[in-house]
Nanobody, 122 residues
Framework: QVQLVESGGGLVQAGGSLRLSCVAS????????MGWFRQAPGKEREFVAT????????YSADSVKGRFTISRDNAKNTVSLQMNTLKPGDTAVYYC???????????????WGQGTQVTVSS
C-alpha cells in the first residue's frame, strides 16, 4: 500500500512557475514508476508526465514538453513536477500516481493522491 499526498498548487499568472511535490508513504516507493496527471472541469483525466522507478527515464505530454519537468528523489520518497511558462490552459487539478508501468494511461496506475489545484490566470 502506498499513500500519496500532493502539495504546491495555487494561483499564478500566465508565464509564471509552480513546483508540485508528491510525498509517498508506505512500502517500497522506489519500486514504483510515478506519473503526474491533470483534470480540468468537464474533461477527462489527462497524462502530463511519467518517470521510471530509477529516475533515468522520463516522458512528457507534447502539450508540456519544454515547460514541465518531472523528477524524483527516492531517498525522500518524493516526486516533483516543475512547471514553467504556465498557461491558462494548464489550469486543472493535478494528481500524482504510482504504478508498475511508466505509462501514459491512468489505468496503469494503482495508487493516487487527492490532487492539488493549479489555476493560471491570463
Amino acid at each position: 500500500q502506498v499513500q500519496l499526498v500532493e502539495s504546491g498548487g495555487g494561483l499564478v499568472q500566465a508565464g509564471g512557475s509552480l513546483r508540485l511535490s508528491c510525498v509517498a508513504s508506505g512500502r517500497a516507493f522506489s519500486r514504483y514508476n510515478m506519473g503526474w496527471f491533470r483534470q480540468a472541469p468537464g474533461k477527462e483525466r489527462e497524462f502530463v508526465a511519467t518517470i521510471h522507478w530509477e529516475g533515468q527515464m522520463t516522458y512528457s505530454a507534447d502539450s508540456v514538453k519544454g515547460r514541465f519537468t518531472i523528477s524524483r528523489d527516492n531517498a525522500k520518497n518524493t516526486v516533483s513536477l516543475q512547471m514553467n511558462t504556465l498557461k491558462p490552459g494548464d489550469t486543472a487539478v493535478y494528481y500524482c500516481a504510482a504504478g508498475f508501468e511508466a505509462s501514459i494511461s491512468p489505468h496503469e496506475y494503482t495508487y493516487w493522491g487527492q490532487g492539488t489545484q493549479v489555476t493560471v490566470s491570463s
